[in-house]
């Protein structure tokens, strides 16, 4: 049998997207349904959740939840109705954001801007992956869970309620993998460059900085998230942070060499 074959176990796996109605966490849930994984289809918009839902390889086995992760009221519902409605969720990936505002630098951030990024990224994210490795820990089950961290955890985006969540976030992911696993829940973090995905107006000159000489698109994680989330793929694999960025952040002030002589 060939090594890459059912990444996934669909008579046991579940997934738990959240931000599956847009981009990047829209483009991750597809791919698991493609794969056989009953996934939960979590977003505060129900027209682009029920739109996901209705473009998935497999929609039966896709299950919308609107609803807003700011909340933990929410959140809580969240769990409760994946479980109900899905079962015990074993794969858990991370997605969903506030929007990026160019306007929103250091001196006209909002307190309820800044509050509401921190909600959505930080406490959703770790009151989720907590009460979902809680109810794996009580079933002896293991699990994988996946954080969409930034570039900017590590570099300013002149956004700095965005950058500090996902430097917080990167640091839970690490936090998470060295306390769960022992019981064998992996957690790791999946680290977009510039990708055109909705969530991220990109200027197409970005490319000239970029050595693969694109944009990425919301499909490059995709693959990406499904290998590392995949227990048979990645098994070994926690507490790691896998940049996909077509080689944006080996870009400092020197331009790549001029290569003229060698084009094809
Ligand atoms: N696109 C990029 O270039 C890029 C770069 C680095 C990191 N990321 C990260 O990857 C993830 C996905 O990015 P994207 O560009 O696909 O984002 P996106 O804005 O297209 O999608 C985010 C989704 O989260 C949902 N959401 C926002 N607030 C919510 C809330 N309170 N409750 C529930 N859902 C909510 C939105 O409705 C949206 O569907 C984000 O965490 C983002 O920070 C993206």
């Known amino acids: 049998m060939s090594l890459l074959n059912n990444p996934f176990d669909p008579k046991r796996d579940v997934a738990l997207v959240t931000g599956a109605g847009n981009g990047i966490g829209r483009a991750i849930a597809q791919g698991l349904v493609g794969e056989g994984v009953r996934t939960v289809f979590a977003d505060v918009r129900e027209d682009t959740v029920a739109a996901a839902v209705a473009a998935s390889p497999r929609p039966e086995l896709a299950v919308p939840w609107v609803g807003d992760l700011a909340s933990r009221e929410a959140c809580n519902a969240l769990l409760a109705d994946a479980r109900s409605r899905a079962g015990m969720v074993t794969h858990f990936v991370h997605s969903a954001a506030p929007a990026r505002r160019e306007a929103d630098h250091a001196l006209a951030v909002t307190d309820e801007t800044w509050e509401t990024m921190r909600a959505v990224n930080v406490d959703a994210g770790f009151h989720l992956a907590r009460e979902l490795s809680r109810q794996l820990i009580a079933a002896r089950e293991p699990g994988s869970f996946l954080m969409l961290t930034s570039l900017h955890a590590a570099t300013p985006r002149n956004l700095p309620h965005y950058s500090t969540s996902k430097a917080a976030l990167a640091m839970l992911v690490k936090e998470l993998a060295k306390t769960l696993g022992r019981f064998s829940i992996r957690v790791n973090a999946l680290v977009p460059g510039a990708i055109a995905a909705g969530g991220f107006i990109a200027d197409p000159a970005l490319a000239r900085h970029i050595p693969l000489g694109r944009l990425g698109r919301s499909e ?45």
């Open 220 to 264: 490059d994680l995709a693959a990406m998230a499904l290998a590392v989330l995949s227990n048979r793929i990645s098994g070994y694999v926690t507490g790691a942070a896998f940049v996909v960025d077509g080689g944006l952040s080996l870009t400092n002030w020197f331009d790549p060499p001029v290569l003229d002589d060698f084009a094809a």
